[in-house]
């Protein structure tokens, strides 16, 4: 069953949640930089993170499971961006997006495969996804408090499998919220503090899992050679490296 949108509301609601808006949305941001000519795509419950993105994108959307209900959520000026769907019938045409945010979907999704391939079809060629998911190793998969304590929590081994499986190519990853998922505000003020430490002494006890995929056009058949998308370099900045080769 999956969380109620009032409930995830809350959270984001409150100085914890803002904290971890303002964390995530800076490793993105990172990433990814300008996406003034970008179309994003926020699926789960992306909101926060959206919101700050997508204020110069071309477009900018949030869709949100049926089962876990939506909010009228304004994303830009241009008036109300937010879809209410089915997780694995999204109204959107193929090649829709160049940008995609998924946080909060895969944990209490019951088909995550067949949630990962619709996101696939509706990701333009060449287009990048990043996924945001509760680590298995990490206190926030623990803190029924919070919207990462509950579903199922990821590894990032898990994660990269998965995405390989659905037809994309994992590009970089890294961990973010190193801080207990506290509401102390002794510990929000030491927060950025926490993410650098993290970084450097301890990156996969970190709360979540960040991935960045790129859609790949063709699939493994008969022990063909796989072909991938063509792949512009990864600029890992902040913490975001490559994914070592197996």
Same mark, same amino acid.
């Given at each position: ?7 995830? +509301? ?11 808006? +303002?964390?995530?949305? &800076? ?7 300008? !996406?003034? &000519? ?19 994108? #071309? ?5 949100? @499971?049926?089962?876990?209900?939506? !909010? ?10 937010t879809v209410l769907a089915e997780e694995?019938?999204? @109204? ?9 945010? =998924? ?6 999704? @019951? ?14 060629? +060449? ?36 995405? *390989? ?10 961990? &973010? ?9 002794? =510990?929000?003020?030491?927060? *950025?503090?926490? #993410?650098?430490?993290? #970084? ?11 991935? #960045? ?6 699939? *493994? ?9 063509? !792949? ?15």
């Open positions: 069953m999956r969380q109620d949108v009032a409930s995830l +509301e809350t959270f984001y609601s409150s100085r914890l949640g803002a904290k971890v808006r +303002e964390v995530l949305a &800076s490793r993105i941001h990172d990433l990814w930089g300008d !996406l003034s &000519s970008e179309t994003l795509l926020g699926v789960g419950f992306a909101t926060p993170l959206i919101t700050p993105l997508g204020k110069a994108a #071309e477009t900018s959307i949030a869709v949100m @499971p049926a089962a876990q209900g939506g !909010l009228t959520w304004a994303g830009t000026e241009r008036g109300i961006s694995g019938d999204l @109204p959107f045409k193929d090649g829709s997006f160049s940008r995609i945010v =998924i946080m909060h979907a895969l944990e209490e999704s @019951p088909a995550p495969f067949a949630l990962l391939r619709e996101v696939w079809r509706v990701l333009a060629p +060449e287009g990048r996804l990043i996924v945001i998911a509760a680590n298995r190793l990490g206190l926030w998969a623990r803190a029924e408090s919070t919207p990462f304590g509950h579903g199922r929590p990821w590894t990032r081994g898990q994660l990269a499998r998965l995405l *390989d499986e659905t037809m994309y190519q994992t590009a970089a990853w890294t961990y &973010s919220l190193y801080m207990p998922p506290s509401q102390w505000k002794p =510990i929000l003020a030491m927060a *950025d503090g926490m #993410e650098k430490m993290g #970084e450097t002494l301890s990156r996969v006890v970190g709360g979540v899992v960040l991935i #960045e995929a790129v859609k790949r056009l063709y699939a *493994d058949t008969g022990g063909q050679k796989l072909q991938f998308a063509p !792949l512009r370099p990864v600029r890992t900045r902040k913490g975001l490296a490559r994914l070592p080769r197996d």
